[in-house]
């Protein structure tokens, strides 16, 4: 059994920062890819990043690009979203997740290829 425990979430103000981690149990977390995604009060799940198993390569929603960035560490099985210049519209309870397949540009938002989720972390930006 996997299990994805994010934190780091809590109030800022618009333009402030906040990193969000993410720390999973298992012995395979480096081989897969892991992802963070959002939830805002009354609208559908959205992606917000992704990871390969290496780190090499990253995707991102066009919302944060240039914004937030994702990382991990494999040897501490954790990933990390460095969130940057945040906006009200960031507010969302934020989700990390391990992907269950390779992924590509187009593939990699969709929540059907994740098999396990964390709890997530409330993330709040005033104006």
């Known amino acids: 059994q996997v299990q994805l425990v994010e934190s780091g979430g809590g109030l800022v103000q618009a333009g402030g920062s906040l990193r969000l981690s993410c720390a999973a149990s298992g012995r395979t977390f480096s081989n897969y890819a892991m992802a963070w995604f959002r939830q805002a009060p009354g609208k559908e799940r959205e992606s917000v990043a992704v990871i390969s198993w290496s780190g090499i390569i990253t995707y991102y929603a066009d919302s944060v690009k240039g914004r937030f960035t994702i990382s991990r560490d494999n040897a501490k099985n954790t990933v990390y979203l460095q969130m940057n210049s945040l906006k009200p519209e960031d507010t969302a309870v934020y989700y990390c997740?391990?992907?269950?397949?390779?992924?590509?540009?187009?593939?990699?938002?969709?929540?059907?290829?994740?098999?396990?989720w964390g709890q997530g972390t409330q993330v709040t930006v005033s104006s």
């Open positions: 997740a391990r992907n269950t397949a390779d992924f590509t540009s187009s593939t990699w938002s969709k929540a059907f290829y994740y098999d396990y």
